[in-house]
């Protein structure tokens, strides 16, 4: 990702997470990079925010009327200790993760979809479910424009331990984001939804 599309999914993040203290957080170097801006719980939006920078170098064999080009985000409980750095590096491993899966399958995944992982990854989650991310309150959040013909698709990664990954399978992809990710009032809330 060259430096102004970087500076743009920056200020992007910046300007929708409403803070500017993010840290970046650089893989080993390997044949796919992709980066990871780190931003703290603040009052706006109380959970630790975790988001890619450089998926969106890969379009996807795909398309829908968003677009190919994902970047992945991910909320993290307030509770968990980010400034550790083997926490960190799981929850990381986590996001990239499910950004290579579409580069390295090639194959085109968008809001809806889910991964499973073959033997679960080192937090334990069997699986992802990608999502709209309707923690934020302003759905710009969702695409940024990197350039006259380029355009990210800011997607929200769910980690799934492997009774929701369950639930999911039996319920379908619809059912599971009202019943699980955000569901309807009464029903069992997902820690995001417990924050006030």
Known sequence: ??????????????????????????????EIHIDCVLYKPSKAYPFWKLATI?????ALNGNNSLGNRNEYMLFIDPAVDMNDGETAGKYYDLLVATARYAIEENTFISYGHSIQFAEGDSLGA?????????????SGILRCKLSLFK?????????????????????????FAYTYAYPEEGEREHWLCKLP
Request: hydrophobic residues 40%; contains cysteine.
């Open 1 to 30: 990702m060259n430096v102004s599309a970087i500076q743009k999914l920056t200020r992007h993040y910046d300007k929708y997470f409403g803070q500017t203290d993010s840290v970046v957080l650089h893989p080993v170097e390997g």
């Open 54 to 58: 450089g998926c969106s170098d890969y």
């Open 126 to 138: 069997a699986g992802v479910f990608i999502e709209l991310p309707q923690a934020i309150n302003d």
């Open 151 to 175: 355009k990210a698709i800011c997607l929200q990664v769910i980690p799934l331990d492997k009774q929701a990954l369950e639930l999911l399978l039996k319920v379908g992809n619809e059912e």
